[in-house]
């Protein structure tokens, strides 16, 4: 005891309470119990996925409060940490308490993740040590560093500093501390904390590239991407991400970001409209289930049942062969089926239809609601499916993005039974135009026999044809506008920089 007491008498600080002497971390510089209990359940959940102990590093482990506490969960645990102080009492604490499995080292940190084995860890502990590392080696390099840990182990769990506590450190953090771990598949805030450094919190952090963990559920992650399909690109600027195991889909929308607003209107939208459709129990739209969903400043999540398929426009971009007529004829028996309730879907894409066991789905509940019009152009659902039909049929002759083209009239489907149906709705004027129409008209023909049809446009859909088109001439007009005043503001500012460098003697000018 005597010697225990010696050594936190040497110590410099006493930041964490002492494993085991409750009574010498009276005054300890952090409370570590709250942090504790909220990362416990992580390794409790961890352990009975993979069905045994884990192998944990805890990188800083100053005092060894977490190293020691989290070790029953464990058959091999390693301690780092600089401070050759630390190192002696945790070694001294690890024999007292007949910790075998417990090892300690001094080190830095850098040298520890360079030279890291695959697969040598299942969680590492990153407790308020990562600005240091930014502070010495800079931003980048410590991102890399993390990235790495990432890569090699299951999980790892930060504490992160933040520049707002105004410390010398703050100046090589970024402005969002989420920043420096946006690489890592899925991180996410378990809760804020408070330390003895200033009145500002920091974020206690759960990345991980292999799971994810929801409403105190961990779930290994089978794949995940920034996109919603293969022809998105940066439409969403990755402020959404999409997680797939083995039975589960998990949707991320971030709120902290210029698309904020968008995407807190989008995830209230999908969470109203499983909600609604469930409680339809609909027969021709498969609806997941709603197993969870929750929302704070940062990020709103939405975790449903997954869906089984493949993307329609996945099947089209290998030219895969797909029946066109039945893929319309099963998204148009959910569409009517969907109108009798009132209810639309204005994103009707190649990529929002899965295709398995033969049927075509349509998928992206977050756009069905009870407005009757397309997200974009041309405004009009009607048409929208008539371009989905024409789309369906080019395969992947055309570039379908950035923008659709008006290609319902000039242009006929090259599947006869199509042609023939579509013939028909452009004989018939929009204002009778529905989705009910649309299936009773296709039910009348023969999915193998198609009969010669006339091209007979009717006036309404002509005029209709006119100015939709005339709308998306003018939308590419001020798209153009838009990039032309871009670039002649870039052109200004690059000429106010040389002016301002002749002024300034030829010295050089920070932009």
């Not at 002492?18 to 119990?33: D, K, Q, T, V």
């Not at 058959?75 to 001294?92: H, M, P, Q, R, Y």
């Not at 975790?303 to 066109?324: D, H, I």
């Not at 002509?462 to 005339?470: K, N, R, S, V, Y």
Request: charged share 25%; glycine share 4%.
């Amino acid at each position: 005891m005597s010697s225990i007491v010696n050594l936190v008498n040497d110590l410099p600080e006493c930041y964490q309470p002492i494993y085991g002497h409750a009574e010498l971390g009276i005054n300890s510089s952090r409370n570590c119990n709250d942090r504790l209990s909220k990362i416990e359940g992580i390794f409790i959940s961890l352990k009975e996925k993979l069905g045994r102990p884990l192998r944990l590093l805890d990188l800083g482990c100053a005092q060894g409060f977490f190293t020691f506490n989290l070790a029953k969960h464990c058959s091999v645990v390693t301690g780092i940490d600089f401070l050759d102080k630390n190192i002696a009492l945790c070694e001294a604490l690890a024999k007292e308490n007949d910790f075998s499995h417990v090892k300690f080292k001094e080190d830095k940190i850098q040298n520890v993740i360079d030279n890291l084995n695959y697969d040598e860890y299942d969680i590492v502990l990153g407790f308020s040590v990562f600005h240091h590392i930014c502070d010495a080696d800079g931003y980048l390099s410590t991102k890399e560093k993390i990235n790495k840990l990432a890569n090699l182990t299951q999980i790892v769990m930060l504490e992160l500093a933040v520049k707002e506590e105004g410390l010398y450190w703050g100046r090589n953090l970024p402005d969002n501390p989420l920043d420096i771990i946006d690489d890592i598949g899925y991180y996410d805030i378990l809760g804020q904390y408070p330390t003895h450094l200033s009145d500002v919190s920091r974020p206690l952090l759960f990345t991980s590239s292999k799971y994810w963990y929801v409403n105190g559920d961990l779930e290994k992650i089978n794949n995940w991407t920034k996109f919603s399909h293969e022809f998105a690109g940066e439409v969403h600027q990755s402020s959404r991400r999409y997680y797939f195991s083995e039975e589960k889909f998990l949707k991320r929308y971030a709120f902290d970001c210029g698309l904020s607003e968008l995407n807190k209107v989008d995830f209230q939208n999908e969470v109203s409209s499983l909600k609604k459709l469930h409680s339809l129990q609909l027969n021709e739209l498969e609806t997941p289930q709603l197993i969870h969903y929750e929302a704070d400043s940062q990020r709103g999540l939405v975790l449903t049942t997954k869906l089984a398929g493949e993307r329609l426009s996945s099947l089209l971009q290998r030219s895969q062969l797909v029946s066109e007529f039945e893929a319309v004829k099963n998204i148009l028996s959910t569409l009517a089926e969907l109108e009798s309730h009132n209810l639309y879907h204005n994103d009707l894409r190649i990529w929002n239809v899965l295709h398995s066991d033969n049927k075509f789905r349509l998928i992206d509940f977050g756009a069905i609601s009870n407005k009757m019009s397309d997200v974009l152009w041309p405004y009009n659902s009607f048409l929208g499916f008539i371009i989905f039909i024409n789309e369906l049929n080019m395969r992947n002759n055309y570039q379908l993005v950035p923008a659709r083209t008006p290609m319902f009239s000039p242009f006929w489907a090259k599947t006869p039974q199509l042609a023939q149906f579509l013939s028909k709705v452009w004989a018939t004027p929009h204002q009778n135009w529905s989705y009910k129409f649309f299936q009773t008209e296709l039910d009348k023909i023969d999915d193998e026999i198609a009969v010669e049809y006339n091209v007979n446009i009717s006036s309404e859909n002509l005029a209709l044809w006119m100015f939709t088109t005339e709308t998306l001439i003018n939308e590419n007009r001020t798209r153009e506008l838009s990039l032309v005043l871009q670039t002649q503001n870039e052109m200004m500012r690059k000429l106010d920089l040389l002016i301002a460098k002749e002024q300034n003697g030829g010295k050089k000018t920070e932009e």
